[in-house]
């Protein structure tokens, strides 16, 4: 198993280093024990967050609702909670 994500039953907890403000969205690869992921929203009113949670739904096929920010929405370092996904969190470095 690896460091940045964890399963437990139908919920899947990933260890983020979130970077608003790039050219476009997208997985950079893995940063320590943490994913990094780009953001093209600015880290304004929220903006990268919702944007993270899209992305981060649209990847893993569930709804918004599903994807929950659990620890550090004011902070780059975020443990976001996915539920409900049969999607493999090491495909996302695929």
């Known amino acids: 198993m690896s460091v940045w994500y964890s399963c437990n039953g139908d919920s899947i907890m990933l260890s983020l280093h979130v970077q608003p403000g790039a050219k476009q969205t997208a997985v950079a690869g893995l940063h320590g024990d943490t994913l990094k992921i780009r953001l093209a929203a600015p880290p ?38 996915v539920r409900g996904s049969a999607v493999p969190p090491q495909s996302l470095l695929d």
């Open 44 to 81: 304004i009113e929220g903006r990268a967050n919702e944007a993270l949670l899209r992305f981060i739904a649209d990847f893993f096929k569930v709804a918004v609702r599903d994807v929950e920010i659990r620890k550090g929405e004011q902070s780059r370092q975020k443990r976001v909670e």
